[in-house]
């Protein structure tokens, strides 16, 4: 399991954003505050707090592909 923030600013951002995870075979959850859902729902994402960073938990040991597919959306 790996974790790192990501910001997601725009309605166009958050459809790239489940464009690029539901090509995934694994398990990604997006966490703000104590609010956790399916980083593969759009409706899910919109629930969350979008004006602050996201923490993204991906199930799966190797990440470097998706880090790499997400890039534009990771903060610290």
């Known amino acids: 399991m790996n974790t790192f923030n ?3 600013s725009t309605i166009e951002d958050i ?5 690029i995870v539901t ?3 694994y398990d990604i959850d997006l966490s703000s505050g ?3 859902v399916d980083a ?3 409706m899910g994402i919109f629930s969350l707090d979008l004006m ?3 923490l993204l938990t991906a199930h799966t040991e190797n ?3 998706l880090k ?3 890039a534009d959306y990771i903060v610290a």
Do not use: G
């Not at 459809?15 to 464009?19: A, H, S």
């Open 63 to 65: 990440v470097d592909a």
């Open 23 to 25: 090509r995934q075979d």
């Open 68 to 70: 790499a597919e997400l």
């Open 52 to 54: 602050n960073k996201i």
């Open 34 to 36: 104590r609010y956790v």
């Open 6 to 8: 990501i910001k997601l």
């Open 40 to 42: 593969k729902s759009i």
């Open 15 to 19: 459809r790239k954003f489940v464009e």
